[in-house]
């Protein structure tokens, strides 16, 4: 019932800048939480940030500081702003949303996934 569409992702330079999108589409009464995750290859998926309907933020350590989490509710878009890239910062980032897709029913959605490549 929810479709996460990301886009932003690409190779950029250790200390570069790149700026990730997720829209969400489809049928739903509203959106919760939204958050990026990441999977580098031969580890586990993990949290890089969410944000609230509240725009409340939360943040890994690895991170603070360096990406900033945003999104547009009225337009259900979210954005992870990131600088300062790290090599380690190299995964598939995947956008996250826990949604409220009937009136007292809410399920987690994913979507396809957006690599970011950091070389050194």
């Known amino acids: 019932q929810v479709q996460l569409v990301e886009s932003g992702g690409g190779l950029v330079q250790a200390g570069g800048s790149l700026r990730l999108s997720c829209a969400a589409s489809?049928?739903?009464?509203?959106?919760?939480?939204m958050g990026w995750y990441r999977q580098a290859p031969g580890k586990q998926r993990e949290l890089v940030a969410t944000?609230?309907?509240?725009?409340?933020?939360n943040y890994a350590d690895s991170v603070k500081g360096r990406f900033t989490i945003s999104r547009d509710n009225a337009q259900n878009t979210m954005w992870l702003q990131m600088n300062s890239l790290k090599p380690e910062d190299t995964a598939v980032y995947y956008c996250?949303?826990?949604?409220?897709?009937?009136?007292?029913?809410?399920?987690?959605?994913w979507g396809q996934g957006t690599q970011v490549t950091v070389s050194s």
């Open positions: 944000i609230n309907s509240g725009s409340t933020t």
């Open positions: 489809g049928s739903f009464f509203s959106i919760n939480v």
């Open positions: 996250y949303t826990n949604a409220r897709v009937k009136l007292y029913w809410a399920d987690d959605y």
